[in-house]
């Protein structure tokens, strides 16, 4: 799997972050899903160990990380700015459904850059904060406990952008590693499963009913390997033998 | 928004955890998603001062959190259970697609209790837990530093989910039309095959080699139905009351 490139493309916003070991755990989390574009705008104290302490191995994005003494700073160069809110404010655009920010910033971020703004841990962004941003979104947490960390939050945003990312350029996994067996290897196992289950009285041949159908099926569910028929003919072999 | 009922009949179950504070963020994770039912298996530390902070709001959680013993005994009456692993492992189906993963899961959830299973901090799950899920799953981080924490992983599998819950119209399963059979009828199907195996002398206990966990494998993917592994147990039945 190479790493998309978009998501280079892509500023992480904080805005006013409170505590440095938020900063950490959101860098971390950033990384985890590829991202790598940390701005800070007036942290209240950054650098700071328990930033780095938090970061783990993630230590490189603080060390590049700009601070800037403003929202528009961080913006400066950015095409689109998503803004994350926890409530609807009256002079903005209504949230959006996130999967739906996430996949317009993306397409933007293919030929220039965009960022995602998250605001101070209590406050939340500012509206005249909010107003620089071209689109607002929220997590869609459950309603009763929607009390995502700051770390928690930037983890699910960039899951969201990295998952849409690789889906993009993604085909689906493969779902099966072994060589599968051919259609008459799977044939020869009902028929030897027949054999057996007649010889043994389980199955009559007068009133065969839906036994061996349900076999069937059950095989090519499965998609037999040719490993596991030979498996499961060796197995039938030895349970004969013995009657 | 109303909260998907399906999201319910998840169960969150994680194996071994070493840290009482990791058990307190998973549970914040699940609640801020939605998700209620957290199985601790062997957990080190429990109930414990740490955990009930971190868990911060979802402290209900915790205390309704269901202490097993083993793997199996918290995924008695689950109808498939996904394991979240790093890497992939020889006898285990091939890890999927994690949006695909997560929607045969919802699928399934509709109408049967299902399970995300997590393993220990440090080491993961063992082969033999892998071995009692059916189906596995990456999250697909970034190569260079997949290292997200128990609380992340539980937060990104978790917002997979409620997304897709929340998204509905989900892609329909692969053809399925009976009850399907839940972990403990495979597992005493499991142990009557090798009973009868050991019984016919095609496996020998002391040098079991792969075979049951190639027959764990095969049953895993195809998803039992109920009335198959009754099928297959008369069958077996039939095989040695003639030996």
């Known amino acids: 799997m190479t790493e998309p490139g978009v998501l280079s493309q ?3 916003v904080l805005a006013r ?7 950490g755990a959101a860098a971390r989390a950033m990384k985890t899903m590829g991202l790598t574009r940390l701005y800070l705008v007036s942290p209240r104290e950054f650098p700071h160990p328990e930033a780095t302490t938090r970061a783990s191995g993630a230590a490189d994005v603080l060390e590049n990380a700009v601070v800037c003494e403003s929202i528009a700073e961080a913006l400066t160069g950015t095409v689109q700015a998503l803004a994350l809110t926890s409530r609807h404010r009256e002079l903005c655009a209504p949230p959006r459904w996130l999967p739906e920010a996430a996949s317009e910033l993306l397409q933007l971020a293919a030929s220039a850059d965009v960022a ?3 605001g101070n841990e209590t406050f939340g962004l500012s509206n005249e904060e909010v107003a ?9 947490a459950n309603e009763e406990y929607p009390s995502l960390n700051l770390g928690s939050a930037v983890q699910v945003i960039a ?5 849409q990312a690789l889906e993009g350029g993604l085909p689906s996994l493969p779902q099966q590693f072994g060589e599968l067996a051919t259609h008459d290897d799977v044939e020869r196992l ?11 009285g389980f199955l009559n041949p007068k009133k065969p009913g839906r036994l061996i159908p349900r076999i069937r099926r059950l095989f090519g569910r499965a998609g037999l390997e040719r490993e596991e028929v030979a498996i499961l003919r060796g197995a039938l072999a030895s ?4 009657s």
């Open 10 to 12: 892509i500023r992480v």
């Open 17 to 23: 972050p409170s505590h440095p070991g938020n900063i």
């Open 116 to 118: 995602v703004v998250f």
């Open 132 to 140: 620089q941003c071209q689109r607002t979104v929220t997590i869609p």
């Open 159 to 163: 899951w969201e952008l990295r998952r």
């Open 190 to 200: 009902i028929e030897h499963f027949e054999l057996a289950l007649v010889g043994s």
């Open 239 to 242: 349970l004969q033998e013995k």
